[in-house]
């Protein structure tokens, strides 16, 4: 049994993952950091990292950026692996996050969807084949909630156009007031409204046709069971940093396997 520590365990992500965690018979969640009550009064909230006093053997983080520092700092002190999906960190918490992974394991991905994975390649071969030939645009939408802008995920796909180019692309967020739009630019788009949970398109605009690749969540469970994945995923690592392809290439070879 896998005992699962959720940071931000009264927040949206964090009620729908210990839902969710019902359905993972090898996953136990223990508790949680957060404000407030959970679906499930019976599980302990603290409201700090010195209050906690419950066992754990991995941490699932659906919280903010401010405090993730501090949970990595915990996390190397008690030795525990880290499922990081809080995005908008900042460069000195990427820093950080870097060399907590020399001590302990720790996966990160901006989105943790299974999905959004396979979009990313796609985007990645589509990109390699227009080359220069098309103008890219993203465009995200999410719930009026969500505190960071662009996505992480709307940089993941952005990193997947350029990984697929000779010639890196510049990645701007919107774009100027004024001005033809620049080729050599990839301008990502922020829409907050409502409760969207989560769309993602990638648009590749020639001179005679135009190609869209998209992603559309229609339930937070989709990420959450993608957090729960890579629990069982990171407890089998050692210290280092994984992300979705790491996830996905274990669950192919399993499958491949059987």
């Known amino acids: 049994m896998i005992r699962v520590f959720v940071c931000g365990i009264t927040g949206a992500m964090g009620k729908n993952l210990v839902i969710q965690s019902k359905l993972f018979p090898e996953i136990e969640i223990v508790g949680g950091l957060g404000h407030g009550l959970t679906n499930n009064e019976t599980l302990p909230v603290y409201s700090s990292f010195d209050e906690i006093n419950v066992s754990m053997d991995c941490i699932?983080?659906?919280?903010?950026?401010?405090?993730?520092?501090?949970?990595?700092?915990?996390?190397?002190?008690?030795?525990?692996p880290v499922v990081l999906c809080t995005t908008g960190l900042s460069e000195a918490t990427i820093n950080h996050v870097g060399k907590s992974s020399q001590n302990i394991p720790i996966f990160r991905s901006g989105n943790m969807s299974l999905g959004i994975n396979?979009?990313?390649?796609?985007?990645?071969?589509?990109?390699?084949?227009?080359?220069?030939?098309?103008d890219v645009e993203i465009i995200e939408k999410?719930?009026?909630?969500?505190?960071?802008?662009?996505?992480?995920?709307?940089?993941?796909?952005?990193?997947?156009?350029?990984?697929?180019?000779?010639?890196?692309?510049?990645?701007?967020?919107?774009?100027?007031?004024?001005?033809?739009?620049?080729?050599?630019?990839?301008?990502?788009?922020?829409?907050?409204?409502?409760?969207?949970?989560?769309?993602?398109?990638?648009?590749?605009?020639?001179?005679?046709?135009?190609?869209?690749?998209?992603?559309?969540?229609?339930?937070?469970?989709?990420?959450?069971?993608?957090?729960?994945?890579?629990?069982?995923?990171?407890?089998t690592c050692e210290p280092g940093i994984y992300n979705m392809d790491d996830l996905v290439n274990q669950l192919i070879l399993k499958k491949a396997n059987h």
């Open 118 to 134: 396979l979009i990313m390649n796609l985007v990645k071969q589509a990109s390699s084949v227009l080359e220069q030939d098309f």
């Open 60 to 80: 699932v983080d659906f919280s903010t950026a401010s405090i993730v520092d501090e949970l990595l700092d915990f996390a190397q002190n008690k030795n525990i």
């Open 142 to 235: 999410h719930h009026n909630r969500k505190i960071d802008a662009p996505s992480g995920t709307a940089i993941m796909l952005a990193e997947a156009v350029n990984d697929g180019l000779q010639q890196k692309k510049e990645i701007k967020l919107g774009r100027e007031n004024h001005g033809a739009k620049d080729r050599l630019t990839i301008n990502l788009h922020s829409v907050r409204g409502g409760n969207i949970v989560g769309e993602h398109e990638v648009l590749f605009a020639g001179s005679e046709e135009l190609i869209s690749i998209s992603h559309s969540a229609t339930s937070r469970s989709v990420f959450a069971n993608g957090a729960l994945e890579a629990a069982k995923f990171i407890m």
